[in-house]
């Protein structure tokens, strides 16, 4: 029974950029992967739209930079939003090379490029509506049949493991450990360098559009484990998630809009000219502030999105996915108005990394959803996310390459301890938690802020996080334990930096703070036991 583990790097999360990090390091080193569920169930599997980049002759670096900023509300770093869109063509190249089937113009076989909100070119470039399943089959396949890599599928990380590093006076990551559903046990995995691609915190909201591991895992365990955290008062809601008691988050891409689908009220009035010029081509945050604002003063529970006057034949080639989806709910895009709501979609705040997506623990990376690399400020511009994790997963991938042979051996690690826990006979605390936790997250920390409600959900959440300690420590693990207990970290990271901002920006908009700061400044948290300073060591004595 191997409960102990050795890799040359641990990769924690199995999406885009996880795999993206996996494939990049495998011909030089050994590598573990981790999956929640099965491999394809992360956010990237169910991605819609496409992958931004500068691919036509028409388009420019300038340009796409250019929209990121606007989009980001005055709070992109420009070094990282350019270094992202530099590497851009690079990134969808390496895709093509790994077998990703993008779709081609049925006239000239050039790539199919599209265009969304807030973009000002055509540089979408995607697989019919389903490019995260595309770009996610090609890159799990070569995983899979990669003989460096192993991976592990329903192995939920718990928390990371520290120890000083040898060569400085730091806190180094050798490892996690690892909840190994199958065998219903805590294993311990050690490597030199270990990467966090955990995904967003979309599941701490009532409704979202991701899927159900999105628990914000990497950011609850790199807060613990002392790393920063910045910016994590920006949830991007997306503005179109189907609305149907039976569809289970699922999202309507922006691409329809892109494509000239119109939104609509009941009565069949459009209202987005309205709110912003660029009418159903404004930045996600405009178009979902309008949706909630249309809702709320009508009453409604859902407005509609319409694509209904263009072609048949255009519908079922660019959007076969979400036509059949709807269509087995009884709504035919081709002819009928798609029910929508706004839902949870993107954490844009997240771990502090730098270029190389290094953490301010030494030899923990963050990359994806999951970190923080000042790419898109308040606001997230709709497609740059596949990028990022492609960009930032090669420039740690080389960084690892080039440094992990002066990373001094791992000193012995205890292996976990569960003599002093029993098995719950309680686990309705566990249901009854998440339930209320995402609840009032949706109510007093959504879309639209108040002072007050803030504080509201800052009351619960403290007594929320005590309640869940006590059972955390009393009671054998388990995967929605693990869940529960990151989500009520994250929430509390959440509602923080909310409060802390006294402005509307963003995604981050408050009725108390209605107007725009003459100064653009990061939330940045710092955790009691920040990893970044220095040990004082008494080597007379044991740590």
């Known amino acids: 029974m191997k409960t102990r583990h050795q890799y040359d790097v641990l990769i924690v999360g199995s999406g ?36 931004a980049a500068v691919l036509d002759s028409d388009d420019s670096v300038e ?167 910045a910016n994590m008062e920006f949830n991007q809601f997306h503005p179109t998630c189907l609305f149907h008691p039976k569809a289970k ?32 081509l404004a930045p996600r945050d405009i178009v979902a502030r309008a949706i909630d604002h249309e809702m709320k003063r009508l009453g409604s529970d859902c407005l509609y999105l319409d694509i209904s006057h263009k072609p048949e034949a255009f519908i079922a080639e660019h959007f076969p996915t979400v036509k059949a989806r709807c269509l087995e709910f009884g709504i035919d895009i081709t002819k009928e108005w798609i029910p929508v709501v706004p839902a949870a979609h993107y954490t844009c705040g997240g771990i502090v990394v730098d270029h190389k997506g290094q953490t301010d623990l030494q030899q923990l990376y963050a990359i994806g959803e999951t970190s923080f690399t000042g790419l898109h400020g308040a606001n997230r511009m709709a497609s740059n996310s596949l990028l990022e994790c492609i960009v930032y997963a090669q420039a740690a991938a080389r960084h690892i390459s080039d440094t992990i042979s002066d990373v001094a051996d791992i000193q012995p690690i205890a292996p976990w301890d569960a003599s002093r826990v029993t098995d719950s006979d309680e686990d309705v605390v566990i249901s009854h938690n998440w339930d209320e936790l995402r609840r009032f997250m949706w109510d007093y920390v959504g879309i639209v802020r108040t002072r007050k409600r803030l504080e509201r959900a800052t009351h619960r959440i403290k007594l929320l996080q005590k309640e869940i300690a006590e059972y955390y420590s009393n009671y054998k693990v388990s995967n929605d334990q693990i869940e529960l207990r990151n989500l009520a970290t ?54």
């Open 16 to 51: 885009a950029a996880g795999l993206t990090l996996a494939l990049n390091l495998a011909e030089k080193f050994k590598v573990a992967v981790l999956s929640k569920s099965d491999i394809n169930q992360g956010s990237t599997w169910f991605a819609q739209g496409g992958i």
């Open 63 to 229: 340009a796409h930079v250019k929209d990121t900023l606007n989009a980001g509300a005055g709070l992109c770093h420009e070094d990282s939003v350019r270094f992202t869109v530099e590497n851009s063509a690079d990134a969808i190249r390496w895709l093509i090379d790994q077998g990703v089937d993008f779709t081609r113009e049925a006239e000239s076989e050039e790539y199919h490029l599209t265009k969304e909100g807030g973009h000002s070119h055509r540089r979408i470039i995607h697989s019919a509506d389903a490019t995260g399943q595309a770009v996610h089959s090609a890159l799990s396949d070569r995983t899979l049949s990669h003989k460096n890599i192993d991976v592990y599928a329903h192995h939920v990380a718990v928390d990371l493991v520290k120890q000083p590093s040898p060569n400085s006076r730091k806190l180094r990551c050798a490892g996690a450990y690892v909840y190994n559903r199958p065998k219903d046990r805590v294993d311990l995995f050690q490597a030199k360098a270990v990467i966090l691609a955990t995904g967003g915190a979309s599941k701490v909201y009532l409704y979202t559009s991701n899927p159900d591991g999105a628990s914000g895992d990497g950011i609850a365990m790199a807060w613990r484990a002392g790393c920063r955290v």
């Open 249 to 280: 988050s699922f999202l309507i891409t922006e691409a329809l809009r892109g494509e000239g689908a119109y939104l609509r009220l009941p009565n069949g009035e459009r209202f987005m000219h309205r709110f912003d010029e660029r009418e159903e």
């Open 490 to 543: 994250v929430a509390e990271l959440i509602i923080r930096s909310a409060m802390s901002r006294k402005e509307s920006r963003g995604l981050h908009y408050s009725l108390d703070y209605p107007e725009l700061s003459a100064v653009a400044k990061d939330t940045i948290l710092v955790p009691m036991n920040f990893a970044g300073q220095d040990l004082i060591v008494n080597n007379s004595q044991k740590l």
